[in-house]
């Protein structure tokens, strides 16, 4: 029987593979967009007032900003060191595409990449035409020069897609990318934590972003142990890495919302996050879900959470930004 023997829980957004100098740079792009906070609907001028007494100036100077950059750095190492020494054969990664691989015209819920290669290719000139303001300079981040292919674990992957269905979790399959690049939320994995030298690894993908078939947060659990069980039935001696990808809350960071969340992880208790209901998991604070799965399996295999950081990354004195977190699991 395979033994997970490591969890992961790591933040992937763009302020983690950029310098401080060009952080800003996705302010004009909030100060135009409405935003997820406290279950509602928020124009930036609105945050501005809402948290005026959070005097979230203070967090938005450059001298925070590199702080807070070489914390996170920092943590990022510390992961992969953790990865290196725990001789994992194979990683089931969970993460979610942001329209990079699906479209609305096909967005499935849960999905298992079960080919035996991953694709990560540098983005064609038409496909960076599609990229949002202020990301096209974390793209290196993600994507390494000339792109990769990655070898999967087939074996794995259709053992847990055979347990899922047995769960009657209805999940979809592909055999390749539908787009040959592979999502950030993967691909700063193998950059970052597996500094380019990745082991086989499993797809797993969540629609958190997306109406109007997102999974619930009690949905999401629920699939963690699904996906457990499925690596215990696989006929196999392999240490296997289980590792969530993304959060934490953004793009308004709800410094509330992620000690809930942290707090959760530590107690191997998720009651708390369930009742916050479903319109606070959604924009990037929707990625959390891709962590919950993760949670609930390291609580089922009775494994110890431990809490590297927890570091906000302020943006604006809106509150947009990204909260970052660095969890493992031994």
């Known amino acids: 029987m395979a033994e997970v023997v490591l969890g992961i829980g790591t933040s992937h957004g763009p302020m983690l593979v950029t310098d401080t100098e060009i952080w800003g740079a996705r302010v004009p ?6 935003h997820a906070y406290k279950g509602g609907s928020w124009s930036y001028d609105q945050l501005v007032v809402e948290r005026a007494g959070e005097q979230l100036e203070q967090q938005i100077t450059k001298s925070v900003w590199d702080e807070r950059q070489a914390q996170c750095q ?3 190492e510390r992961l992969a060191d953790i990865f290196e020494e725990a001789r994992i054969d194979v990683a089931v990664i969970v993460g979610n595409d942001q329209n990079e691989i699906y479209r609305n015209s096909l967005n499935p819920a849960f999905a298992v990449h ?12 038409e496909r960076m035409k599609e990229v949002p303001p202020g990301v096209e300079k974390s793209l290196p981040g993600y994507i390494p020069a000339g792109g990769a292919d990655y070898p ?16 009657e979790f209805d999940v979809a399959t592909m055999n390749a990318l539908p ?11 193998y950059r970052r934590i597996m500094r380019d030298r990745p082991c086989p690894s499993v797809m797993v993908t969540i629609n958190t972003f997306f109406p109007p078939n997102q999974p619930t947060v009690r949905r999401c ?10 690596i215990r039935s696989w006929d196999s001696d392999a240490r296997v890495a289980l590792i969530a990808s993304g959060g934490l809350t953004h793009f308004v960071i709800n410094e509330e919302v992620d000690r809930t969340f942290l707090g959760a992880i530590e107690t191997k208790r998720f009651d708390p996050v369930f009742a ?3 319109s606070i998991f959604q924009d990037g604070t929707s990625e959390m879900k891709n962590w919950v799965p993760v949670a609930g399996a390291m609580a089922e295999l009775g494994l110890q959470p431990h809490m590297l950081d927890y570091i906000p990354c302020y943006r604006s004195e809106a509150g947009t930004g990204n909260a970052m977190g660095f969890v493992y699991w031994k």
């Open 152 to 167: 999967a674990c087939p074996e794995l992957a259709l053992k847990i897609i055979e347990q899922a269905i047995a769960d």
């Open 221 to 230: 659990y629920k699939f963690g142990q699904s996906i457990l069980e499925g």
């Open 29 to 34: 792009n909030d100060k135009r967009s409405m």
């Open 114 to 125: 079960y080919g035996d290669t991953i694709t990560n290719y540098e983005f064609s000139a």
């Open 179 to 189: 787009r040959p690049e592979t999502p950030h939320a993967w691909g700063f994995v």
């Open 276 to 278: 916050l209901g479903e």
């Open 74 to 76: 920092a943590n990022i």
